[in-house]
């Protein structure tokens, strides 16, 4: 689904990507961590062109990302991504925000849009809200919308930058819950996030990042019980 293949990127001087490869298979989970500042903003970018890479090949689904003439528009459509800043529109109530770019970009009727909007609301929990405005919901409640506003377009895989990192402690389990279960369902995952119960629980592999290289890429349980290099190790420490 997602093949990243030898991205190198700099900005000016300064290597930010080195020599990065790896992919994720349909329905794989994959965890990004590491230290802040090595680079897994910046990768989980590349994959939906948020960010060109000055080496290497990014393919998504058969479409080559990196390619010069590529649609990333199209693109963008087809993979989700969420932040740790909820980024909802600020002057349009929930389901506004839902429906947008499903009526814009995917030309759904005002009604289809609606329906499917309202069934993503109840996925989230968040069924009683459509008619409020981001600033009268929590954080979480908006990181949920946020994800389900996501969902809306039917994305072929999502990705997640810490997601729940600008939350309050007690708002980090209720959008971690909606997030498992769509693991759970399926769906293909690219998340970089320190919450490692979240990784141990839904992860098939994590990636662990430093100064811009991927340094393990290894199936969970083996990440967490043996970590091969002394920088994971020293990772681990600090933040389990
Ligand atoms: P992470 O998400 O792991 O914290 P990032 O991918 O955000 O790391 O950033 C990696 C490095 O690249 C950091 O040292 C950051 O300061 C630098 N960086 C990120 N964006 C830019 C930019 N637009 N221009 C210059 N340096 C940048
Ligand atoms: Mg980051």
Known sequence: MISIDKISKWYGDFKVLSDCTTSVTKGEVVVVCGPSGSGKSTLIKCVNGLEPVQEGRVVVDGDEVTAKKANLTALRSRI?????????????????????????????????????????????????????????????????????????????AMLFDEPTSALDPEMIKEVLDVMVELAQEGMTMMVVTHEMGFARKVADRVIFMDEGAIIEDRPTTEFFDNPASDRAKDFLSKIL
């Open 80 to 156: 989700g991504m969420v932040f740790q800043h909820f980024e909802l529109y600020p002057h349009m109530s929930v389901l506004e925000n839902l429906c947008l770019a499903q009526e814009k970009v995917l030309k759904r009727s005002r009604a289809e849009a609606v329906a499917r909007s309202e069934k993503l609301l109840t996925r989230v929990g968040m069924e009683d809200h459509a008619s409020k405005y981001p600033s009268q919901l929590s954080g979480g409640q908006q990181q949920r919308i946020a994800i389900a506003r996501s969902l809306a377009m039917d994305p072929i």
